[in-house]
């Protein structure tokens, strides 16, 4: 492994102040209202939450494009947002209407054929706020609301049609460290966020509200408090400050009645500082979405200190085992292992697990509950260097996998051969402040030998067979949410040189691809508008994407620069 080693900054980008708080002057236009019964059986040719359906697939039914005319793609309208930073959003479709944000809470309605601009709506944000993350990742839609979760911790209900603000509620307070950047998840007239703040010590939640009023509904920390199950796993006073964030959009089983999210990592990073398992950290939680109840759990790995946050949501995938099927839960962990696991009425189960990248930190896994365990020398802590694989950043990031019924394959958007170096230092609680590793602490990438060949990849995996169906390697670092579709087609972005691609679903051929303005770390969606299919994607580099461009850079002597600057895509056939 090589030895040259170049630190990463970890920076806090004050939020600009907005002014304006709405601009409406849409079109007289009729909007369909978005029942619970439309959100369990979406129709292909909408798009109406953040990965297309509450199984977390992102998958199209759509297929006028397809493997065979799909080098016949090209731009048909395009939209600049005038941000900066990351833009991670999908573009969200109700029968025309296009919804999407922006870095800085930006919520822009389009007219999803055309382009045009129907409204806008800018949060004025906190001159004081900080956020690690400036960034956000799209709406929900119900009834005829459209939700968006802030960085200053509020959730806002706009009348879908023009913009207009219905209400507004207050889910934490800012100055304690909480933001947001989810998109939030409605099921049965209830919309749920989680907050992020992780590396600011608060006490992670997930929090419910009613879609019509914005009262709340009912309110879950991940962290046990005192007599609470899973308390004792934190020593003394530790679970007031232990983090254990909620950045991404959970899964829904409807049968069940369960959502399920995942978690990030305990606070401070060191886990020395907080002995025990910590739950329920790093984890995926099922909560019954009525009552906010913990019904069932699954720990990735405990005590982390390696900054594995494991907050994408598991994808609900029924897989084969032998002659069983079983009602899955798959999870490509940033701690580079691929995890099967078992929904129930009761709880999770664990199936199986291997890893999908190089990882150096578990040396055995108990076939029975999936615990790991590690290798001590591979364990960062405080005043302890250690080297490990994968880095900080993972396997995958919180970029989503996506799931094609017809071939059976999860598509990961992995990084491979990227490894880390982490020393953690004396670091003290003080409330709205950074809580990570200490002033004197060290975080560092290295450069495994075999990066040279690649970094980024593209991978297929058989769920049934648990086995890899084929990969795409890439030079650079992949950032790119995956989009699959009934066309046999995946797409991605990601990569540093801002392309914009199609895969053949089946064996992983590039069939197409399209440079953009910068990089595609937006999530792509697909819809239809007068039986005419689009793909769009929002194409903008920004946030840990950048953060680790830079570190690549100083490690490999380079000076490789991915232009800032958010412009929506929007493809279909000439």
Not at 11 to 23: H, N, R
Request: with cysteine; aromatic share 12%; hydrophobic share 35%.
């Amino acid at each position: 492994m090589s030895q040259r080693i170049m630190p990463i900054p970890c920076i806090l980008i004050p939020c600009l102040l907005l002014t304006v708080s709405a601009l409406a002057a849409p079109q007289e236009r009729h909007y369909s209202p978005v029942t619970s019964q439309r959100l369990i059986n979406p129709e292909s040719e909408n798009w109406l939450m953040y990965r297309g359906s509450y199984n977390s697939w992102g998958y199209s039914e759509l297929k006028q494009i397809n493997r065979r005319n799909v080098a016949r793609l090209k731009p048909v309208w395009a939209f600049s947002t005038g941000m900066r930073e990351g833009h991670q959003a999908p573009p969200i479709v109700n029968d025309g209407y296009m919804f999407i944000t922006t870095p800085h809470n930006h919520l822009l309605a389009l007219d999803a054929k055309t382009g045009d601009l129907l409204w806008k709506y800018q949060r004025d944000l906190p001159e004081d706020l900080m956020q690690m993350h400036p960034t956000n990742r799209g709406v929900a839609l119900y009834a005829d609301l459209v939700f968006m979760a802030t960085a200053d911790a509020y959730l806002v209900a706009l009348r879908a049609s023009d913009g207009q603000v219905v209400w507004e509620t207050e889910v934490a307070d800012y100055t304690s460290g909480y933001y947001m950047t989810l998109a939030p998840l409605a099921v049965s007239g209830n919309v749920m966020v989680g907050v992020s703040g992780g590396e600011f010590g608060i006490r992670g939640f997930v929090a419910a509200f009613d879609a019509a009023t914005g009262k709340p509904r009912w309110k879950t920390y991940t962290i046990p408090a005192p007599g609470e199950f899973g308390n004792d796993s934190w020593p003394g006073d530790t679970w007031k400050t232990g983090g254990v964030p909620v950045w991404i959009t959970g899964s829904y089983d409807p049968a069940l009645d369960l959502s399920y999210w995942g978690t990030g990592n305990g606070g401070p990073w060191m886990g020395d500082t907080r002995t025990g398992d910590n739950l329920y950290a790093t984890s995926v939680i099922a909560l019954d979405t009525n009552s906010g109840q913990i019904k069932g759990y699954h720990q990735y790995h405990h005590n982390d200190s390696w900054d594995w946050d494991e907050v994408s949501a598991p994808l609900l995938i029924n897989f084969q085992r032998g002659d069983r099927t079983i009602k899955g839960l798959v999870h490509p962990g940033r701690n580079g292992y691929l995890w099967f696991l078992e929904r129930t009425q009761d709880g999770i189960g664990f199936v199986d697990t291997l890893p999908y990248v190089k990882q150096n930190v578990f040396v055995s896994i108990d076939a029975d509950t999936g615990r790991p365990e590690y290798d001590p020398k591979r364990t960062p802590g405080t005043n302890k260097p250690a080297e490990f694989c994968p880095s900080l950043w993972g396997g995958k990031d919180w970029p989503p996998a996506a799931y094609n019924p017809d071939t059976r394959l999860l598509y990961i958007p992995a990084n491979d051969n990227l490894c880390g170096s982490m020393e953690g230092a004396e670091v003290e609680y003080s409330p709205g402040q950074v809580f990570m590793v200490g002033a004197e602490g060290k975080n560092q990438l290295v450069l495994h030998e075999d990066a040279k060949d690649h970094i980024g990849i593209l991978q297929a995996w058989d769920v049934d067979q648990a086995r890899l169906k084929w990969s795409v390697p890439f030079k650079s670092h992949n950032w790119g949410p995956v989009l699959t579709t009934a066309g046999d087609l995946v797409f991605m972005g990601g990569t540093n040189d801002r392309y914009f691609r199609a895969f053949d679903a089946r064996n992983g051929k590039i069939l197409w691809q399209q440079r953009t303005n910068s990089g595609v770390i937006g999530v792509p969606t697909s819809y239809q508008v007068d039986d005419r299919q689009y793909i769009a994607v929002l194409s903008g580099y920004g946030v840990d994407a950048e953060r680790e461009q830079s570190g690549i850079n100083q490690l490999r002597g380079e000076s490789h620069h991915v232009p800032q600057g958010g412009v929506l895509w929007v493809f279909s056939l000439d």
